[in-house]
């Protein structure tokens, strides 16, 4: 658009002065008059201006066509750069979760009032971590969980027992200390809210939580 | 508890103003006794002190609220109005306008009287409590508030029968404190011990547990999770202002207080294992008490503050120990049971209450600071959790749960009289008792 402005205004510029000139050179004429005469001489500029639009009106043309066809590139092109980002922004979550899901330790349970690892939570420890030796910038929460009964604060105690029992484990296993946080909630956030004794054994728990690196 | 200062701002201790007979010194209730009765009292209606001095239920009112604060204590017969000879018409509000022998026949021992009346905003109350048996005053008090503060008034003189019949204050000035759940959070409440006046403390959003009360009722340490971590706070409970106080790695919780309001008992997992310190409250300075690699937790002070009742598994299951305050010479206290928790020593001194569990239940127990035999308190199919004694050591309050619901219960020191304070769907746990707050 641009473009094509400075060319039409180029020509009729080309045009008046030509015209100017040649009068300027006819004639002695008053200042009045000269001024009368710019007036005229510049009007016709856009009439010389017309004729010459033929050639313009194609190059407008070819611009338009031109600046479309770039247009369409470049929405072409950002399309495609999206669908790339998109994709690979799937790609990065499918992988986190796919990483995730490698560090996911399942929850292990204890006995009641206990929180000394079993066989089957300690073969489910000894299977989590070497996971995290692959993943060096993943830390890891290990929550520790009891059933209803009882005191909240002794569960409190207890609880923290738990999450460090496995945590310890795991340190035990390779895992820096650095990279391990653990946290109670004692009895205050069962997974089963039944009052039996299925819901009490799911409830006696270590749960685990992994955290990505903070970017 | 605002406007309870309000009321006491305004109160005229009347006795000597409109010459009321002498106080007397003897106390008449020895409700300590095995052999203790119910003490039959009768309220008559209230009675305007002026014609048209105030809304027409003033006088059932009156008699009612107080009635059943009187009753809640579980010291007291009220008797039905139904049974009354006296004209109230004829009779008045004062020893010399009362025919004694009216309640002696119905067998009232204790009689109280009142008259109230309003000038626009303000009202003016009057109680008086006789002894109908010998036929003189006890204790009179004229009260002088705006009428929403009449529920006030009646406590106030409920406290002051307790205090003139029993030689102890009543109860109305305490609070109870406790933790109630819903969905994934829990908050702090208070209720007043006559089941009135809920009022809900804190709103986190996340779980707040361990409500514990200081000395003077002035401040309230709890544990909050709402930075991630269960971290121990301190409430100033007028102002609403609260602080961060303990929150090291692991488990922050709150034990009792020191009578002067300087040191704390937490219980922290700072030192990679639950251990009991004890904090001076303004440096936050630790000393820890307690040293073996087992679950230490619970502390709370005897009333001389020379013992420290704890709960710890260093043998295998929790039971209640007892050390010296420097945290020496520990001896185990229970020993009946495998899951004994939750000592609360009665500020008599004599008694620890606690929670165990008997034939998968837990029932509340009580059992002399020097061991010997527990008594159980509780009994039936539901949880009885977190004794907590009031500040006279003649009532005990816990949490029940069972059934899908869930409540904080208030019965004698003797498991006798058992009430409801507030009942709910969820959990209603951790109840502790404040001391007179005035």
Redesign the interface.
């Known amino acids: 658009m641009k473009r094509t402005l400075l060319a039409v205004v180029l020509i009729a510029l080309v045009c008046s002065l030509s015209l100017t000139m040649l009068s300027g050179c006819a004639k002695k004429a008053s200042l009045k008059d000269q001024a009368a005469m710019t007036a005229p001489a510049k009007a016709p500029a856009p009439a010389m201006a017309a004729p010459s639009a033929t050639p313009a009106d194609d190059a407008a043309a070819r611009e338009k066509a031109l600046r479309e066809q770039q247009l369409r590139e470049q929405a072409e092109r950002e399309k495609a750069a999206k669908e790339a980002a998109e994709k690979a922004k799937k790609e990065a979550a499918a992988k986190l979760a796919a990483i995730l899901k490698e560090l996911q330790i399942p929850d292990v349970y204890f006995d009641f009032?206990k929180y000394n690892l079993k066989p089957l939570a300690q073969t489910t420890l000894k299977n989590g971590a070497p996971a995290y030796m692959k993943y060096p910038d993943y830390k890891l929460v290990v929550e520790g969980h009891c059933d209803?009964?009882?005191?909240?604060?002794?569960n409190?105690?207890?609880g923290?027992?738990r999450a460090?029992e496995a945590a310890k484990f795991l340190v035990d296993l390779g895992i820096q200390k650095d990279r391990i946080k653990?946290?109670?909630?004692?009895k205050?956030?069962p997974v089963d809210k039944g009052h039996d004794e299925a819901a009490w054994a799911k409830n006696r728990r270590a749960h685990f939580v992994v955290f990505p690196p903070v970017k | 508890m605002r406007h309870l200062k309000r009321l006491i701002v305004l109160t005229v201790v009347a006795l000597s103003v409109l010459g009321f007979g002498a106080a007397h010194g003897k106390v008449y209730i020895d409700i300590d006794s095995p052999s203790f009765q119910r003490f039959p009292i009768a309220i008559a209606d209230f009675k305007p002190l002026s014609p048209g001095a105030g809304p027409g239920d003033f006088p059932v009112w009156f008699a009612d609220t107080l009635g059943r604060n009187l009753l809640v204590t579980g010291y007291f017969t009220v008797l039905d109005r139904k049974a009354f000879l006296e004209d109230p018409a004829r009779a008045g509000i004062t020893g010399e306008t009362t025919r004694f022998p009216d309640w002696t026949a119905i067998g009232a021992e204790y009689l109280i009287k009142g008259g109230f009346q309003t000038d626009g905003r303000q009202l003016t109350t009057e109680f008086r409590l006789f002894d109908v048996v010998r036929g003189e005053l006890i204790v009179g008090k004229r009260y002088v508030g705006t009428p929403d503060d009449r529920n006030r008034m009646v406590l106030q003189f409920a406290n002051e029968v307790l205090q003139a019949l029993t030689g102890e204050a009543g109860l109305f000035d305490t609070w109870i404190a406790f933790?109630k759940?819903s969905g994934?959070t829990?908050d702090l409440y208070t209720i007043s011990f006559d089941g009135s006046d809920l009022r809900r403390l804190t709103n986190y959003g996340s779980?707040t547990?361990?409500p514990r009360w200081s000395p003077d009722g002035r401040r309230l340490a709890f544990?909050c999770?709402k930075d991630?971590?269960?971290d121990i706070y301190l409430r100033d409970v007028k102002s609403g202002l609260t602080e961060k106080a303990v929150s090291y790695r692991?488990?922050n919780?709150p034990g009792s207080w020191s009578r002067d309001g300087e040191q704390l008992l937490v219980?922290l997992?700072r030192d990679?294992?639950?251990e009991i310190y004890d904090m001076t409250v303004s440096s936050r300075l630790l000393r820890r008490l307690t040293r073996e690699f087992s679950?230490?937790?619970?502390p709370v002070r005897s009333p001389d503050e020379k013992q420290i009742a704890f709960?710890s598994?260093r043998q295998g299951?929790?039971q209640i120990f007892v050390m010296d305050a420097d945290g020496g010479n520990v001896r185990r206290l229970t020993t009946e049971g495998n899951?004994n928790?939750?000592p609360a020593w009665s500020p008599k001194g004599k008694r620890i209450a606690y929670?165990g569990?008997v034939s998968g239940r837990?029932q509340i127990f009580v059992i002399d600071a020097a061991g010997g035999t527990p008594q159980q308190l509780t009994f039936g199919g539901s949880?009885h959790?977190?004794p907590t004694w009031s500040p006279d050591g003649r009532y005990l309050a816990y949490s029940v749960?069972g059934y899908g619901r869930s409540r904080i219960e208030i019965m004698n020191a003797n498991g006798q009289n058992i009430r409801v304070l507030h009942e709910g769907n969820e959990g209603c746990?951790?109840p502790f008792w404040s001391p007179h707050i005035r």
């Open positions: 009032d209803e009964r009882g005191t909240a604060e002794y409190l105690a207890l923290q027992k460090d653990t946290i109670s909630y004692g205050e956030m | 933790v759940r994934d829990s779980l547990v361990s544990t999770f991630g971590n269960p692991g488990v919780l219980t997992s990679g294992n639950q679950i230490d937790v619970s709960v598994n299951s929790p899951y928790t939750s929670e569990s837990f949880d959790e977190s749960r746990q951790s």
